[in-house]
């Protein structure tokens, strides 16, 4: 898919807001991007902090909510934690792809079992995390993975594949080995990104959006470049205008 063929309320579908902040905070964010973001981003500070109190607060404002807690547990303690992410009312979460492929099935079968368990309920985006963008050939090394990054990537995208999850996450410059690796109808969902001009911060490997909607990315999630802006709303309206090339 390449940003020719958004529209711009696609691509307002495909920013996911990364909300890295207290919940006071996020839910001003919030109240501030509605009507222009669809996706918010709870991930584990947030989570452990508020519960699934938080992916209410934000479904209840109309928003779909990816809960990013990256589950990692022997095939049981998965298929329970997926079941109660679901049940949270998440659209979108994450397991490790490390954790093997019996692991990422159990995490289908335990948000399928929620879907059928509450009618009503929808079936989420499940989607394998591969390496950790923080971590490089060295890193791997140090915990007895010979391969070097990419190779690993590709593996573990080959497993999630032959799992049956959603999709996967990781970093904008691995999305072309993913659409190469990965069936047609998978999410590829990529952080590490930023708008021309706005600062790097911890991430290493960054594109600008519409180059990761170029090398593949389906969805991109985008926290600080619009959470520390001065006007969020501005910051995210400007990735949209990028995307659609306004
Ligand atoms: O503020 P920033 O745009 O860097 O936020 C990126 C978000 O994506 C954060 O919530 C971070 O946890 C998440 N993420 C990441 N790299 C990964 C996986 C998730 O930056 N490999």
């Not at 009312?89 to 099935?105: E, I, N, P, R, W």
């Not at 963008?133 to 140090?142: F, G, K, R, V, Y």
Request: aromatic share 4%; proline share 4%.
């Amino acid at each position: 898919m390449t940003n020719a063929t958004f529209s711009r309320e696609t691509a307002e579908d495909r920013v996911i807001v990364a909300l890295d902040c207290g919940m006071d905070r996020a839910l001003e964010l919030a109240d501030m991007l509605k009507g222009h973001a669809k996706w918010v981003k709870v991930g584990m500070t947030l989570f452990y902090a508020e519960g699934p109190a938080a992916v209410k607060a934000f479904k209840d404002r109309g928003f779909k909510v990816f809960v990013d807690l990256k589950l990692h547990d022997i095939p049981h303690q998965v298929e329970g934690a997926a079941k109660s992410v679901v049940l949270t009312g998440a659209d979108m979460l994450t397991v490790h792809a490390s954790g093997g492929q019996k692991m990422m099935q159990a995490a289908m079968d335990g948000a399928r079992a929620a879907v059928e368990s509450v009618p009503g309920t929808q079936m989420p985006i499940v989607l394998a995390v591969t390496v950790l963008t923080s971590m490089d050939d060295q890193t791997l090394a140090s915990i007895g993975v010979e391969s070097q990054a990419a190779e690993q990537v590709e593996r573990l995208a080959k497993l999630a594949d032959a799992a049956g999850v959603g999709g996967v996450v990781c970093s904008p410059k691995e999305a072309e080995i993913m659409k190469r690796v990965l069936s047609a109808d998978k999410c590829i969902v990529t952080p590490g990104v930023r708008p021309k001009g706005s600062a790097t911060g911890d991430q290493a490997r960054v594109t600008t959006p519409s180059q990761a909607f170029e090398n593949g990315s389906t969805h991109i999630v985008v926290g600080r470049p619009i959470t520390q802006a001065v006007d969020p709303v501005a910051a995210f309206d400007a990735i949209v205008d990028e995307i659609v090339g306004a």
